[in-house]
């Protein structure tokens, strides 16, 4: 266990650096002058020329990164914004929760919805269940985010009136007199149904077919045949079965919900880091775009670290590989 931890780590290192390589390369050597932004419209040369120097910009561009991953792993620091000098960190670290909030609760609500209904589908194939599980499916892979929110928005919030349209609620402290944990879980009821819909409908049809592939297997006959109970022979011999792919994919798709969050917190207007990074690419606030993009590759980084952490436990054959 301990050598598959330390290749997964140095692993996790390799991905770290070369995002961030990458990542600044794109950001810093593009034909725009990061000291020109910094000072604004109305830069004058004396400005642009004190701007480079603090930036870094007249050495060569490994040295550039060099100091840019240094600032990073060991001050911690990802630089101040062009538009209004906030430090980056506090806007990250702001807008970070938001997306957090509605990433992690979003998962939490399709695999809920998704594992019994796919395993319930799977147990009884071509009836009523199984059929319209299927035409959901089709339904939630076929539509986009931004469509599914503002059908939401209008008809279960504006309509309806059982939702709030837009807006966040803070989890600990309120903001702006809204907060605690039910005001939080209410406005974020819409966006984690637009994650639900999209994801879930993938998750069911994976988990159908994995599913009917272990009820298949000699182990599951062999448990029915010692008069195993059903429960017990999808609990214990299934079930495991099915959640060892369920989890890398978990681990994959992630990355795609926090790529899908600026979508949706475009429609419910959730100041997370899709928010932040539209507004910074906007505005050619190169810090804050770099501090996102970072921040969050970072953050699917160790997500996938800890999902193949749990892998092994679930399969310790893979302790091996």
């Known amino acids: 266990m301990g050598r598959y931890l330390i290749r997964r780590l140095l692993w996790a290192v390799v991905l770290f650096v070369s995002v961030t390589a990458v990542t600044y390369v794109i950001f810093f050597v593009i034909p725009v002058d990061p000291a020109q932004l910094s000072c604004g419209q109305l830069a004058t040369p004396d400005c642009v020329a004190r701007a480079r120097h603090f930036l870094g910009l007249g050495r060569p561009v490994p040295i550039q990164y060099l100091h840019f991953l240094k600032r990073l792993v060991i001050d911690g620091q990802l630089g101040r914004s062009f538009a209004n000098r906030e430090s980056v960190n506090q806007i990250v670290g702001d807008a970070a929760p938001v997306t957090a909030s509605l990433v992690i609760g979003g998962a939490v609500f399709w695999m809920a919805i998704a594992i019994p209904i796919g395993i319930l589908s799977a147990l009884r194939p071509r009836t009523l269940l199984d059929r319209a599980t299927m035409v959901l499916v089709l339904a939630g892979i076929s539509a986009h985010p931004v469509w599914i929110g503002m059908l939401l928005a209008y008809f279960v919030a504006f309509r309806l009136g059982l939702a709030p349209i837009t807006g ?9 007199g809204c907060g605690g944990p039910a005001l939080w879980a209410f406005h974020l009821m819409l966006p984690w149904i637009t994650f639900t819909i999209l994801f879930a409908a993938l998750y069911v049809r994976f988990i159908r077919a994995a599913t009917l592939e272990a009820l ?17 022979v999808i609990r214990s011999h299934v079930l495991r079965t099915v959640l060892l792919p369920v989890v890398t994919m978990l681990g994959m ?39 996102v ?29």
Do not use: M, Q
């Open 293 to 321: 993009v970072v921040f969050a590759t970072t953050s699917i980084i160790l997500f996938n670290l800890v999902v193949d952490v749990l892998y092994a436990f679930l399969d310790p054959r893979i302790r091996l590989v």
């Open 253 to 291: 798709d992630v990355g795609v919900a926090l790529g899908g969050s600026i979508f949706t917190e475009t429609v419910f207007n959730l100041p997370g880091l899709g928010r932040a990074l539209i507004g910074s690419v906007t505005d050619f606030d190169l810090p804050v775009t770099v501090g």
């Open 168 to 176: 966040y609620c803070n989890f600990f402290h309120p903001l702006l």
């Open 216 to 232: 298949n297997e000699d182990y599951v006959r062999t448990a029915r045949a010692k008069g195993a109970p059903e429960w017990v």
